[in-house]
């Protein structure tokens, strides 16, 4: 989700039993985990670092643990600034409500594709629930719109409430969108951003199948990609510690094997052929033959 999405639920939740600083420290907890946005030229520079990317660490339980532990030093140092001293409790309630807001943010995120690592650093794995393609757009529309009343004077927080049932009433038909979609086909269902279409992936020991399907229409053309195509399995299944190869495994929906000449490329048609374009960077590896 957007940034301005994340600070509009930190809002919802936390502006009618709390006040001040409370909703702040919230807001913060619920709008920095974006930050890694800032990493990607680690990541990009050291495959070993892969997670440090745009939603990536920050968007795990470890990094909202990080994130909201900054924002206590923040507070610290703010208070030092301003010639105060604050106690306990005053820096736990700063670290719950910026966990709290924190965990909005990851909760939101994993609402749509590619997923967020929530255990990293035990697993890379992405996790989702699939059913938004990323952004919403009607999501960002709703909170573009209410920030700019806002800024123009006009009361928003006496709407808040319904806006929060509507939100809510949205996320369920998305929800059973996807249920009606995964019980027709077999795979993976990805939504796009027309909640009428659908990406179907299908894996079997030796491939993959994909084709496009909507809810009012038959399904498009199957397009299969071979998994091992004039490779050995077992040659990737050695070089899968690669930090390279973890990397691409880490950004892609799926990987498929190929020899060119002296060097087997191993990829994510997806990505590469422009049926998904996010994430954009890190579509392929080549390595020598042994």
């Not at 491939?207 to 038959?218: D, I, N, P, W």
């Not at 990505?271 to 392929?284: I, S």
């Amino acid at each position: 989700m957007d940034s301005l999405t994340h600070a509009l639920v930190a809002v919802l939740l936390f502006n009618a039993p709390f006040s001040g600083q409370a909703v702040l420290f919230g807001i913060l907890g619920a709008t920095l985990p974006d930050i890694d946005i800032l990493l990607k030229k680690i990541s990009d520079r050291d495959p070993e670092l892969f997670a440090f990317s745009h939603g990536g660490f920050t968007h795990s339980i470890a990094g909202i643990l990080a994130v909201s532990a900054g924002i206590v030093i923040g507070f610290l140092l703010w208070q030092n600034l301003a010639g105060r001293t604050g106690d306990l409790s005053s820096l736990f309630l700063v670290c719950a409500f910026a966990c709290a807001g924190g965990m909005t943010h990851v909760m939101l995120d994993v609402l749509a594709f590619p997923g967020i690592p929530l255990l990293y650093p035990f697993t890379a794995r992405k996790f989702t629930a699939g059913i938004f393609a990323g952004p919403s757009l009607v999501f960002l529309g709703v909170s573009l719109g209410l920030f700019l009343l806002f800024l123009f004077g006009y009361p928003v927080l006496p709407a808040l409430p319904a806006v929060a049932v509507c939100g809510g009433v949205y996320i369920l038909i998305h929800v059973l969108l996807k249920v009606f979609v995964g019980l027709k086909h077999k795979g993976i269902t990805i939504p796009t951003y027309n909640p009428l279409k659908w990406l179907v992936i299908q894996g079997s020991s030796d491939s993959f199948t994909v084709y496009r399907t909507g809810l009012l229409a038959e399904n498009g053309n199957m397009t299969v990609y071979p998994r091992y195509d004039g490779v050995n399995p077992e040659f990737i299944h050695r070089h899968m510690s690669d930090p390279e190869l973890q990397r691409l495994a880490y950004y892609s929906y799926i990987m498929v094997a190929g020899s060119e000449g002296d060097t087997v490329v191993i990829r994510d048609p997806l990505r590469e052929d422009g049926t998904l374009f996010y994430p954009p960077a890190f579509t392929r590896v080549s390595i020598p033959k042994d």
